[in-house]
């Protein structure tokens, strides 16, 4: 069974940073693709970043991109969204989600965690 | 905001069909296969539909997906009070180099 668990998120002041994590089971994690994707309060789910199996491909949306960076270990199963310079818009449930192939471009999400919160407030 | 474009909400009773459209162009839904997403706010979002028209497996086929140009439908017959959800359509952007998701559909059953 595949299973995605986040941790990372919390409260963080404006200007803050955070690490988000994703640990994976049920797959073999090298050969698939992982992103991140949120939702902000009361909004639509909004794809944040994604990165291949074999982490030689990194992609981010405009709207992150200098303040963000995807990384995975595959030795620990794991993505990572570092998330730095937080600003209150990025307050939102944050989503690990499984691509459905080794590669980002054009590939959906076949499972995804349960989201882990960021609140950025002073 | 989003480049695909749904119906803020649907609603019909119990045994009957809603239809979701998304509209897109051809950097997004034009030239990228689209999927199909169930959303109940508070749990992991749900993989209901990929390559425009394919089922995951344990994904009943009450659900259907079709494209023609650059917009998509999502069909759901037999409506169910557990289908009450949000509905997001999602394709790669070749322009923005971006998965791109739908502003989302809230299907009420009556």
């Known amino acids: 069974e595949v299973q995605l668990l986040e941790s990372g998120g919390g409260l963080v002041q404006p200007g803050g940073s955070l690490r988000l994590s994703c640990a994976a089971s049920?797959?073999?994690?090298?050969?698939?693709?992982m992103s991140w994707v949120r939702q902000a309060p009361g909004k639509g789910l909004e794809w944040v970043s994604g990165i291949s199996g074999g982490s030689d491909a990194t992609y981010y949306a405009d709207s992150m991109k200098g303040r963000v960076t995807i990384s995975r270990d595959n030795s620990k199963n794991t993505v990572y969204l570092q998330v730095n310079s937080l600003r209150a818009a990025d307050t939102a449930v944050y989503f690990c989600a499984k691509n459905r192939a080794i590669v980002v471009p054009g590939v959906p999400f076949d499972y995804w965690g349960q989201g882990t919160l960021v609140t950025v407030s002073s | 905001q989003s480049v695909l474009t749904q119906a803020p909400s649907v609603s019909a009773a119990p045994g009957q069909k809603v239809t979701i459209s998304c509209s897109g162009s051809n950097s997004n839904i034009g030239n990228n296969f689209v999927s199909w997403y169930e959303h109940l706010p508070g749990t992991a979002p749900k993989f209901l539909i990929y390559d425009d028209n394919k089922r995951p497996s344990g994904i009943p086929d009450r659900f259907s997906g079709s494209k023609s140009g650059t917009s998509a439908t999502l069909g759901i017959t037999g409506l169910q009070t557990g289908d009450e959800a949000d509905y997001y359509c999602g394709t790669w952007d070749s322009s923005l180099s971006a998965y791109v998701f739908g502003t989302g559909t809230r299907v009420t059953v009556l």
């Open positions: 049920g797959f073999t994690f090298t050969n698939y693709a």
